[in-house]
C-alpha cells in the first residue's frame, strides 16, 4: 500500500472518525458542553481509561495497521455523523455558519409549532384560559379607559388649570404620544424579558403615574404624569394580544382573542360611566388652603387607574407563556407550566385522573449570545450599562427584522391597514363629539337675548345672568352680589358708583364701556375681561386667585352619553367577529369591515342635527370594531414568537400616530366644513380595505 496515501488520507481519516465517536461517548456519558480541544482539565482518571482503550485496540498491530483496525473498530457512516453534529456541544457552533444556525433554527421551530399545537389541543381549553381571559381583559379595559380619560376631563381641567387652547389640544395628544412609544418600546421588550414580566412593568409604569396624576396641581407635572401613564399601557396592548394567543390552539384562537377585545369596549364603558357620575359632582374633592384643590374630576382620574392596579395584582398569580419560554430554550420550565395548563382544566372538567402525557418537548436553537459580566469586572452601572444596551440592540434587530425579505411585503401591507383605520377612526370619535358641541353652541347663540338702552338704579342683583347681550345700557348705584355671569357682554355702557362683590364670570366681557366710581371686590373680573374700556376711579380688591369651575356645563352630559353610547354600539360588532372569525376568515372580516365603515361615512352628509350625528357615530363604531379584532387576530398569527409582541408594537406605535394624525386634521375643520373629514376617513378606509384582501389568510395555520 503506498505510504503518502495511508498517512494523508485514511489514517487521518480514521482519527478524525474516532475523534467523533469519543465526542459523543462523552456526550452520551452526561458530559454536556464537552469539547475535546477546549483546553480545560478534565480530571486524572479520564486521560487513563482513554489511554488503556487506545493499547487495547492497536495490541498485536503494527503502525501500519492502524487504518484496517480504524475501519473494524467501526468509522460511522456519514449520515450519523451529519445526525449527531446536530446535537454537538454548543462551542461548536463558534465554527458554523451563522446561516446554517439559522435555517436549523427554523427548521426547529417549525417543529415544535406543530408539536406545541398539540400539546394545547391536550391541555384542552378551560378554567385556565377563561382565568387569563378575564385577568388580561382587566389590562385591556385600563387601555380603553386610558383613552378616553383626558377627553373626559379636559373641561373641567381646563378651568382648573387655567389651560389655553394650545395646552388642551397638547394635552389631548399627548396620551396617544406615550403610548405610541411605550408600545415599541415595551413591545419589543416582551420577546426578549418575557410576557408577563414586560406586562407587570408596563401595568405598574401605568398604575404609578395615573395615580399620581390625580394629585398634581401643575400643568406641566400633570402633563408629564398623563405622557408616561401613556407609554405603560401603550406597551400593554401588544403583550396582552400575544401572551393569550400563546395558550389558544388553533380552533379557539380567533374567537377567543376576538372575546377578549370586548374588554376594550367595556372600558370604554366604564369611562364613561364613571365619568358621568363623577365629573358633575363639584363636592367630591377636598381643598388645602387657597394652593391647594382637589376637585371631583381628580377622583375620576383616581379611580380610572383601578382596572390597571386589579389586573396587575391578579397578573402576580399567573405564569409565563410556556410558548416563550420553549423560544429561549427553557424547556422544564415550559413544561411545569403546561402540566400546571393540563391538570387545571382537567380538574375542572371533573377528570383530575388525566395524566398529561408529553414528556419532552422540541426546543429551537439558541443562536442569541447573551453577555454575563462577573461582579467583580467594572463598576454597577458599568455592567448595568452592558446589559441594557445589550438587550436594547437584540430588540432593534428584532425590529429590522420584521422588515427583511421574509416579512416586508406583510408588514408594509399590515402598516397600511393599521394606520389607515387608526386615522379614520380615531379622527371620527374626536370629531363627532367637537361637531356635536358645535351644534349646541349654535343652538345656544341663536337663543341670545339681547337689551338695548336699559337704565336700571339701585338694585342689586343676587342671581345668574347667562346667554345674554346688554348694549348701551345705565347702571347707577347697583348691587352685584354673590352671582354668575354667564356669556354676558356690556357693550358701550355706563357703570358709575356700582358694587360688584363674591362674582364668578366665564365667557364674560365688557366692551367699550365707561366705569366709574365703582368696587370689585373678591371678584374673576380680571384685566383681560375689560376691552377698550375707561376705568375712573374704581378699584379691584381682594380678586379671586388661581382658576376655578365655574359652572357645571349642561352639555358635559350629553358628551358622556355620546362617548357612552358610542363604546356601547361595538357590543353588536363584537359578537358577529368573534362568532365569524374562525368561519369567514380574518381577511374577508377586515376587508368587509373597513368597506361597510367607509359607507357609513357618506352617510354623515346627512347629520344635521345631534341626534343624526349620535346614530350615525354608533352605526360606524359598530361597523368598524369587526375590522380591529380581526387585525388583532392577524397580526398575531403572521409572525412567530420570537418577534411578535415587536412586530405588534411596531404597528401598534403606528395606529397610534395615526391617531395623533386623525384627532389633529379633523378637530381643524370643526365647523368649517364637513367634506374633508369625511372624505378623508372614508377614502382611508377603502384604500386600506383593499389592501387587507392582499393578506395571507392565518385562520388554517399553527403558532410559529
Keep these: 500500500m503506498d505510504d503518502g496515501y495511508r498517512n494523508t488520507n485514511l489514517y487521518q481519516g480514521g482519527r478524525e472518525a474516532n475523534q467523533v465517536s ?177 406586562l407587570i412593568i408596563s401595568l405598574a409604569i401605568n398604575a404609578a403615574f395615573a395615580f399620581l396624576s390625580s394629585f398634581v396641581q401643575g400643568y406641566g407635572f400633570f402633563l408629564f404624569c398623563r405622557l408616561i401613564s401613556g407609554l405603560g399601557i401603550g406597551g400593554s396592548l401588544p403583550i396582552v394580544f400575544a401572551y393569550f394567543s400563546e395558550f389558544l390552539s388553533r380552533e379557539k384562537r380567533g374567537e377567543h382573542l376576538s372575546w377578549l377585545c370586548m374588554f376594550w369596549m367595556i372600558g370604554g364603558i366604564f369611562a364613561s360611566a364613571m365619568a358621568w357620575s363623577i365629573i358633575p359632582h363639584y363636592g367630591w374633592g377636598f381643598s388645602m388652603g387657597t394652593k391647594y384643590h382637589f376637585h371631583s374630576w381628580r377622583v375620576f382620574v383616581l379611580v380610572c387607574s383601578l382596572p390597571c392596579i386589579a389586573s396587575l395584582v391578579a397578573l402576580k398569580f399567573m405564569p409565563e407563556s410556556p410558548r416563550f419560554l420553549l423560544e429561549i430554550g427553557k424547556h422544564d420550565e415550559a413544561w411545569m407550566i403546561l402540566k400546571q395548563v393540563h391538570d387545571t382544566n382537567m380538574r375542572a372538567k371533573g377528570e383530575p385522573e388525566r395524566v398529561f402525557t408529553v414528556s419532552y418537548i422540541k426546543t429551537p436553537k439558541q443562536i442569541d449570545e447573551f453577555i454575563e459580566i462577573q461582579s467583580s469586572t467594572g463598576t454597577w452601572y458599568q455592567r448595568w450599562l452592558v446589559r441594557i444596551t445589550t438587550t436594547f440592540k437584540q430588540v432593534w434587530d428584532n425590529v429590522l427584522y420584521c422588515l427583511t425579505a421574509q416579512y416586508r411585503t406583510n408588514t408594509l401591507m399590515l402598516a397600511v391597514v393599521w394606520f389607515t383605520m387608526a386615522l379614520s377612526y380615531y379622527g371620527l370619535t374626536v370629531w363627532f363629539p367637537d361637531m356635536i358641541r358645535y351644534l349646541q353652541e349654535e343652538a345656544y347663540e341663536s337663543q341670545v337675548k339681547i337689551f338695548d338702552e336699559e337704565e336700571v338704579s339701585h338694585f342689586t342683583f343676587n342671581f345668574t345672568l347667562e346667554n345674554q347681550i346688554h348694549r348701551n345700557g345705565e347702571y347707577r348705584n347697583d348691587k352685584f352680589i354673590g352671582m354668575k355671569f354667564k356669556e354676558v357682554r356690556f357693550e358701550d355702557s355706563l357703570f358709575e358708583e356700582c358694587h360688584f362683590e363674591d362674582v364668578t364670570s366665564s365667557e364674560t366681557f365688557f366692551e367699550n364701556c365707561t366705569i366709574t366710581s365703582t368696587v370689585f371686590y373678591n371678584t374673576d373680573l380680571y384685566e383681560h375681561k375689560f376691552i377698550n374700556c375707561r376705568l375712573i376711579n374704581s378699584t379691584f380688591l381682594m380678586e379671586k386667585e388661581g382658576c376655578h369651575l365655574d359652572f357645571e356645563e349642561d352639555n358635559d352630559f350629553l358628551i358622556y352619553l355620546v362617548s357612552f353610547l358610542g363604546s356601547l354600539s361595538v357590543l353588536p360588532g363584537n359578537i358577529i367577529s368573534a362568532l365569524l372569525m374562525d368561519k369567514i376568515g380574518r381577511i374577508k372580516m377586515i376587508g368587509d369591515s373597513m368597506l361597510i365603515s367607509a359607507v357609513c361615512c357618506f352617510f354623515l352628509f346627512f347629520g344635521n342635527s345631534e341626534s343624526a350625528m349620535i346614530g350615525w357615530q354608533c352605526l360606524f363604531c359598530g361597523a368598524s370594531i369587526a375590522a380591529w379584532n380581526a387585525l388583532d387576530v392577524i397580526t398575531v398569527e403572521l409572525y412567530p414568537t420570537d418577534k411578535r409582541a415587536t412586530a405588534f408594537g411596531i404597528l401598534n406605535g403606528l395606529c397610534k400616530f395615526g391617531a395623533i394624525l386623525g384627532n389633529s386634521i379633523f378637530a381643524s375643520f370643526v365647523g368649517i366644513t364637513k367634506v374633508v373629514p369625511i372624505l378623508l376617513a372614508s377614502s382611508a378606509l377603502v384604500g386600506g380595505g383593499l389592501v387587507a384582501l392582499r393578506l395571507p389568510e392565518t385562520r388554517e395555520q399553527v403558532l410559529m
Aim: aromatic letters at 10%; proline letters at 3%.
Design 22 to 198: 469519543d465526542d459523543y461517548r462523552y456526550q452520551d456519558g452526561n458530559y454536556e458542553g464537552y469539547a475535546p480541544n477546549d483546553g480545560y482539565y478534565r480530571g486524572g482518571d479520564e486521560p487513563a481509561h482513554e489511554e488503556d482503550a487506545q493499547s487495547d485496540v492497536t495490541e498485536g498491530h503494527d503502525e501500519d495497521d492502524e487504518v484496517y483496525e480504524g475501519e473494524y473498530q467501526g468509522i460511522p457512516h456519514p449520515d450519523d455523523i451529519k445526525e449527531k453534529q446536530k446535537r454537538a456541544p454548543a462551542v461548536a457552533d463558534e465554527y458554523r455558519d451563522r446561516a446554517e444556525l439559522m435555517a436549523e433554527r427554523m427548521e426547529d421551530e417549525e417543529q415544535l409549532a406543530h408539536q406545541y399545537e398539540n400539546i394545547i389541543e391536550e391541555c384542552g381549553h378551560g378554567r385556565f384560559q377563561w382565568t387569563l381571559f378575564f385577568v388580561l381583559g382587566l389590562a385591556l379595559m385600563a387601555d380603553g379607559v386610558e383613552v378616553f380619560v383626558v377627553g373626559f376631563v379636559l373641561p373641567s381641567a381646563e378651568k382648573d388649570m387655567c389651560l389655553s387652547s394650545s395646552n388642551k389640544g397638547m394635552l389631548g395628544l399627548i396620551v396617544y404620544l406615550g403610548m405610541m412609544v411605550g408600545a415599541v418600546m415595551l413591545g419589543g421588550l416582551a420577546d426578549k424579558l418575557g410576557r408577563r414580566k414586560c
